[in-house]
Nanobody, 115 residues
Framework: QVQLVESGGGLVQSGGSLRLSCTAS????????MGWHRQAPGKQRELVAF???????NFADSVKGRFSISGDITRNTVSLEMNSLKPEDTAVYYC?????????WGQGTQVTVSS
């Protein structure tokens, strides 16, 4: 079994910054990616960013230039640095990892950006 634990959410003013961290525990094989999705009230969950096993990264268009992702998925850690935050970034942010075709999710951490 794989467990993911997120930390670092909170309340910030528009234009501010937050850093989210995620640590995975449990046995994993052939880890493909580790990253973040988010879900705002009344909206579908959407991809924010991920880092792949080879080090490549991918970002949603809405966060490009403002968010960065770092970490070493072979060492079970990933972080999301969020800058120039906007009220529309308000959501529950979920860490995830894909291992041998199975997606595992964290419990989520709330990010609220006030205008």
């Amino acid at each position: 079994q794989v467990q993911l634990v997120e930390s670092g959410g909170g309340l910030v003013q528009s234009g501010g910054s937050l850093r989210l961290s995620c640590t995975a525990s449990g046995r994993r094989f052939s880890v493909a990616v580790m990253g973040w999705h988010r879900q705002a009230p009344g909206k579908q969950r959407e991809l924010v960013a991920f880092i792949a096993s080879g080090g490549g990264t991918n970002f949603a268009d809405s966060v490009k230039g403002r968010f960065s992702i770092s970490g070493d998925i072979t060492r079970n850690t990933v972080s999301l640095e969020m800058n120039s935050l906007k009220p529309e970034d308000t959501a529950v942010y979920y860490c995830y990892t894909i291992s041998e075709g199975t997606t595992y999710w964290g419990q989520g951490t709330q990010v609220t950006v006030s205008s």
